[in-house]
């Protein structure tokens, strides 16, 4: 399982989270910070994930490596 810690200290991009942790993660799934920033993972200029609502959690649950 993946966790909001987790999530907010990585500092990833959606798409690197689905391709790391085999989750599929769409737009309305996340929520970013104001500002876009350089993914950790990917290097590339994008919209880094903060959390994912309350109510989209469930599909944290089935993440793995």
Same mark, same amino acid.
């Given at each position: 399982?993946?966790?909001?810690?987790?999530?907010?200290?990585?500092?990833?991009?959606?798409?690197c989270i689905n391709?790391?942790?085999? &989750?599929?993660?769409? =737009?309305?799934?996340? +929520? #970013?910070?104001?500002? &876009?920033y350089e993914c =950790?993972?990917?290097? +590339? #200029?994008?919209?880094? &994930?903060?959390?994912?609502?309350?109510?989209r959690r469930w599909?944290?649950?089935?993440?793995?490596?």
């Open positions: 399982m993946l966790s909001q810690k987790k999530i907010a200290s990585l500092g990833y991009c959606r798409r391709q790391v942790y085999h &989750v599929h993660l769409e =737009r309305q799934d996340v +929520m #970013v910070y104001p500002s &876009v =950790r993972k990917c290097g +590339m #200029v994008r919209n880094i &994930v903060a959390e994912v609502p309350f109510f599909k944290l649950f089935l993440a793995h490596k």
